[in-house]
Nanobody, 124 residues
């Protein structure tokens, strides 16, 4: 059975860094899209970064471009390195996956597999 589990998160001061990890188990697909979503209180869940396992297709939202980096490893785990964090980055973060290519509208229902959330709080 496919399972995603996220770790990392916590509190950090503005300008600091954090790394989120999403471990994947039971995932047998060779081609899949991994996405990091986040949801702040009172806001919709938004995609901040995605990467296709087949390569050549990485997305960052404008709000995180240049500060966040998504990566995949050979075990299908995915990571989100977050640098220069801002208070507006505070949110619950999730990793999600779908079989096949990434879809650029990032509709939540297109992602079959979800992790639990991890809270990231950026505050002085």
């Amino acid at each position: 059975q496919e399972r995603l589990a996220v770790s990392g998160g916590g509190s950090v001061q503005p300008g600091g860094s954090q790394r989120l990890s999403c471990s994947v188990s039971g995932f047998t697909y060779s081609y899949y899209c991994m996405v990091w979503f986040r949801q702040a209180p009172g806001k919709e869940r938004e995609a901040v970064a995605s990467e296709y396992s087949g390569g050549g297709s990485t997305y960052y939202s404008d709000s995180v471009k240049g500060r966040f980096t998504i990566s995949l490893d050979s075990s299908k785990n995915t990571y989100l390195q977050m640098n220069s964090l801002k208070p507006e980055d505070s949110a619950m973060y999730y990793c999600a996956a779908r079989r096949g290519s990434c879809l650029w509208d990032f509709l939540l229902e297109d992602y079959t597999y979800w992790s639990q959330g991890t809270q990231v709080t950026v505050s002085s």
